[in-house]
Nanobody, 117 residues
């Protein structure tokens, strides 16, 4: 059974940091590119960060470049999102996604991140 379980969300003040984790099981993690998406209330889900299977290449949305860092540990089957210098506009539900192709793409249940003073 495929599982992706996000954790690490919460309430943080502007300028603060959070580290999200997405622990996976039930599929060959090292075969899958991993992505973090977010969805704010009333907005479409947007791609925040992407990392290739081996971790050698990453890409970020312009809105988080220089503040967020995606990484992965293939031995632990886990992907991370380090979020620094958080802003109120980063408030959203954050989802991890494992993507092999259009027929094999899995989602976690999401974790809430709220940036507010």
């Amino acid at each position: 059974q495929v599982q992706l379980v996000e954790s690490g969300g919460g309430l943080v003040q502007p300028g603060g940091s959070l580290r999200l984790s997405c622990a996976t099981s039930g599929f060959t993690f090292s075969y899958y590119a991993m992505k973090w998406y977010r969805q704010a209330p009333g907005k479409e889900r947007e791609l925040v960060a992407f990392i290739t299977t081996g971790g050698g290449s990453t890409n970020y949305a312009d809105s988080v470049k220089g503040r967020f860092t995606i990484s992965r540990d293939n031995a632990k089957k886990t992907v991370y999102l380090q979020m620094n210098s958080l802003k109120p506009e980063d408030t959203a539900v954050y989802y991890c996604n494992a993507h092999l192709n259009v027929y094999s793409s899995y989602w976690g249940q999401g974790t809430q991140v709220t940036v507010s003073s």
